[in-house]
């Protein structure tokens, strides 16, 4: 939730910044790239919590703990990339879905040994 928090305060800034009045989603360049990226980030966020949930539960805290704080860590990056120059944010965007779909597999190996394996 911080991080959104985090994301969400740079949209206020660069509002300021570039005198973008809600709710206006165009103007200066980095404006619309900080806005994006916000979006994306809160868009992927149900889903990294419901895995990581899932995940932790059928599977194990330490790993799932491991991975969700890796894929926190990508996003920011991804955050920052953004915000720079849109190329900046490829390799933090693939390392985080590389990191949704080991939690994914987490999740499902987890949910198979505790449902199928007595």
Known sequence: ????AYFAMQVIYARRKYK????E???HPEFER?????ANCSEYFPVFISLLW??????H???TAACGL????TRLKYFQGYTVAAQGRLAPLYASTWLLWLLVGLALA????HFLWP
């Open 61 to 63: 805290q330490g790993v």
């Open 20 to 23: 973008i009045s809600p709710p």
């Open 25 to 27: 989603t165009t103007g």
């Open 1 to 4: 939730v911080l991080f959104l």
């Open 34 to 38: 900080t806005f994006r990226a916000q």
């Open 70 to 73: 890796l894929y926190l860590y």
């Open 110 to 113: 987890g949910l198979l040994a």
């Open 54 to 59: 899932v995940a932790g539960i059928f599977f």
